[in-house]
Structures are given as structure tokens and as C-alpha cells.
């Protein structure tokens, strides 16, 4: 994996994840999931929270199925967990947007240079929705996991991202925080930033590795 001091040339459009990248939702999405499982007689591991970032509603629920609360990932007590879930961290997420630390900075400078900007994220509508509406008019491009695609790590939200918004492969760059969401980005051709401390797709070289947001700026992303 390549450091963050690689030359870039991109972009025109830059794709953001969301969930870890531009907010800091997973200690409310652990919480949203630990109780409900837990009280329904399962047990969730380090690893069944670690397996949490990044997953999919689909993928969410095996996970409960996988901590003994849901019988299987079809078992309507898997369905009640997901939809519970995604009402309180919702609720949270729209009341008080944990925003992180230099999100506001780096996508209003980017919009400010013309870049165009989407959100990529397997969360429901409403969070993405008042996630880019906290950041002002930066983001104009969402894809959702209500948008009926095939979840990350498949290409199709980072193919769709790009077919919205109207730039060649060559001229976009991801922003992600998870190896599915990395995979995904990978899959459908695009230049790639990890934010994280030890690189998630180490087989990778052409992935950047950068160890926090604030380490995204417009030189590195190629916006000059």
C-alpha cells in the first residue's frame, strides 16, 4: 500500500463514504446492535462488532443470526433488530449529526474548488440525508442502501456513484474506512483512500493509506 505523500491527479468528483469516514456512527450502530441481540439471548463478540462496520442490512442481519438472537438472517426477529437499529441510530443521526473532525472543512474547500461530491453509504436515506444536509451544500450526490443496489463490496453503489455524478472512472477518487467499502471502490475501478492506521486491503498497493480525515486534503486528493 502506498503512502499518502503518492502523487495524485484526480479528481473531478470525489465519492465519500459515510458511516466512519465523514461521521462517527459506529459506537451508536455497536450500541443500537449489542442490546437488542443480547436481550434476545445472544452473544456478541469483538469479532461479530469488528465484522459490523461496513455491513450491509443483508449482512447486518446475519450477524444477529450469528450471535444465537435470530434463528437465521430471513427470521423476522432478524428483520425487528435491523429496523430498530436503523430507527435509533436514526434518531440520533438526525437530531445531532456526529460529525467528523474536519468533515465540514475538507468537503466545503473541495466544493469551493468545483468538485463534485456524493455520499456512498449503506445506511438508510434519512441518516444520508441529514448527514449531507449538515454539511451544507457540499455533498450533491447520494446513493443509498434503499436505492435498491447490490451492497458493498459488490462495484454497483461506487459504479452508480459515478454514473450520477457524470465524471469518467479516471477522474474520480474514494474516500472509505472499511475493507468492504474498499473492495467495493477496487471492484468498480476507482482510485481509493483508507483512512485508518494499518491498511485493509495490504494485497493492494495502489491504496492510500492516510491515519485520519484531517490528513485529506486537496493536494492529495489532486484538487489544486
Known amino acids: ?59 447486518t442481519r446475519a450477524l444477529i443470526a450469528a450471535t444465537g438472537a435470530a434463528a437465521s438472517a430471513e427470521d423476522p426477529v432478524a428483520y425487528e433488530v435491523t429496523d430498530a437499529m436503523n430507527v435509533e441510530v436514526g434518531d440520533l443521526v438526525v437530531s445531532q449529526p456526529p460529525l467528523v473532525d474536519g468533515s465540514q472543512e475538507i468537503t466545503a ?38 436505492d435498491g443496489l447490490a451492497p458493498k463490496p459488490s462495484h454497483e453503489p461506487y459504479s452508480t456513484a459515478v454514473e450520477r455524478v457524470g465524471v469518467p472512472v479516471r477522474r474520480c477518487v474514494v474516500v472509505e474506512d472499511s475493507a468492504t467499502g474498499l473492495a467495493s471502490a477496487r471492484a468498480a475501478g476507482l482510485a481509493t483512500i483508507q483512512i485508518g492506521n494499518a491498511p485493509l486491503l495490504p494485497h493492494d498497493g495502489s491504496v492510500r493509506l492516510v491515519r485520519s480525515l484531517r490528513d485529506v486534503t486537496p493536494s492529495l486528493l489532486g484538487v489544486d
Open 1 to 59: 500500500m502506498s503512502t499518502a505523500s503518492a502523487p495524485c491527479d484526480l479528481p473531478a468528483a470525489v465519492l465519500w463514504d459515510m458511516d466512519g469516514t465523514l461521521i462517527e456512527s459506529q459506537p451508536l450502530w455497536d450500541a443500537a446492535f449489542t442490546r437488542p441481540c443480547e436481550e434476545r439471548g445472544g452473544t456478541v463478540t469483538r469479532a461479530v462488532l469488528a465484522s459490523l462496520a461496513g455491513a450491509s442490512e443483508p449482512g
Open 109 to 146: 474547500e473541495l466544493a469551493s474548488r468545483g468538485a463534485i461530491q456524493a455520499i456512498v453509504s449503506a445506511s438508510r436515506r434519512r441518516l444520508v440525508e441529514a448527514v449531507a444536509g449538515a454539511l451544507g451544500d457540499a455533498i450533491t450526490v447520494l446513493v443509498t442502501g434503499e
